[in-house]
């Protein structure tokens, strides 16, 4: 008899069981080591498989009682590090890091230090530290994020080719990265305009981690994009759900204003507004990103879209938190500092469609000096569907 039952419910209900063994007894006095590590291990597992951050609070609980009976232990920092970064609390990744015993000097701890780099806008230090860890150490993971960074920063045949290098590294029984590296793949393409390539990975990372709502929320992108409108919506509906959390709200509500349906596009966006501002009255600072976004583009209220985007820039100072901010003021009609972040982001090197179009439109607003012009030249040449149904990540 075949089962219906998806490879993504398998593995969390392997994850359920393993930390239901562990619980209780692994928080026992004296702490075994290996098993509290395992149990805040499943638990940070538990949480990203299901696409809940209130849930990396178990995790983090877990690992802050293991810390003050075990001391500055690097396996246990790595995972803290690993939580904080999820909830971009960078300047809290780059304590951990320190913190914890030998981390810097282990591969997952030098590729972690790239990632933060990179987010600090420290790009050549990020890149740097990828190919001395690949250098050594030649792992999936690390081949996964220098291909990211490359795409990043617009050199999209590099990022393919080292893709192609990390599939390679990929064995049978790792379905779920290899899944999660043909989503990556997919957002590659999709970015370029290319929906078929981008369909057909998306529907590789389905056929190798069936069920999991991350490929279906991309395919949902990808629909939309496509002008699939009932598909999307469809998708979109299971996906929140699945996972009820705002960033999935506005992407919703804002299909639905480019459907036209604007009785479902308030609910959805109002349901969206409520979350982010909910969520950073509580002191999070990980939807800071979404609410510039969302009071630039959705409310058009330029002055808030700035407050939250001067909040993001504050903890990292990248090509990408430059170019939000910089939107934020042209919506508010500060033209002058507009330029000076646009440029600012310019200077990183990174060549992207949604980059340039912004820079286009600022520098359009600036005066006619040709430059707008030519940026939204350039941004239609990287993508030719820029102006499609797409979401903010």
């Known amino acids: 008899m075949i089962s219906n039952t998806t490879d993504y419910e398998i593995e969390l209900q392997r994850i359920h069981k393993e930390i239901a063994a562990l619980d209780g007894g692994a928080l026992n006095l004296p702490i075994d080591g290996p098993k509290i590590s395992r149990l805040a291990y499943l638990q940070y597992q538990k949480a990203s498989l299901s696409g809940s951050l209130e849930k990396l609070a178990d995790a983090d609980e877990t690992l802050d009682y293991a810390i003050r009976h075990l001391g500055p232990n690097g396996d246990l920092y790595f995972l803290k590090a690993n939580i904080h970064f999820k909830l971009h609390r960078l300047n809290d990744v780059e304590e951990d890091l320190q913190l914890g015993r030998d981390l810097l000097l282990s591969t997952p701890g030098r590729v972690l230090k790239g990632d933060l780099d990179f987010q600090k806008g420290r ?28 795409f990043k920063m617009g050199d999209v045949e590099k990022a393919d080719r080292l893709y192609d290098e ?166 508010a009609g500060e033209f002058s500092e507009a330029l000076e972040l646009i440029n600012e982001a310019l200077s990183s090197g990174a060549r992207n469609a949604r980059l340039f179009r912004t820079a286009g439109m600022i520098y359009t607003a600036g005066g006619p000096n040709g430059k707008g012009d030519t940026y939204l030249k350039a941004a239609a040449e990287l993508n030719p569907n820029l102006k499609n149904f797409h979401v903010h990540r």
């Open 123 to 150: 790009y050549q230090d990020a890149a740097d530290e990828y190919e001395a860890v690949i250098a050594e150490e030649r792992t999936w993971d690390a081949l996964a994020r220098l291909a990211y960074l490359n």
């Open 166 to 331: 990390t599939v390679d590294e990929l064995t049978a029984k790792q379905m779920r990265h290899y899944s999660w590296v043909e989503l990556q793949r997919g957002v590659v393409d999709l970015t370029r305009g290319d929906y078929e390539k981008a369909r057909d990975h998306y529907q590789r990372a389905e056929q190798a981690f069936s069920g999991h709502w991350l490929v279906a929320e991309h395919m949902a992108e990808l629909s939309g994009g496509e002008g699939k409108f009932d598909e999307a919506e469809k998708l979109y509906r299971e996906v929140v759900e699945r996972v009820p959390r705002p960033d999935f709200y506005q992407a919703l509500g804002e299909l639905y204003l480019t459907i036209g349906n604007a009785t479902e596009a308030t609910e959805w966006l109002n349901k969206a507004r409520s979350g982010f501002l909910e969520s950073a009255d509580l002191g999070e600072v990980h939807y800071y990103h979404h609410l510039a976004d969302f009071c630039a583009d959705v409310d058009e209220d330029g002055p808030e879209a700035v407050k939250w985007a001067r909040k993001d820039l504050e903890l990292r100072r990248n090509f990408s938190t430059l170019a939000a901010l910089a939107w934020a003021l042209y919506r």
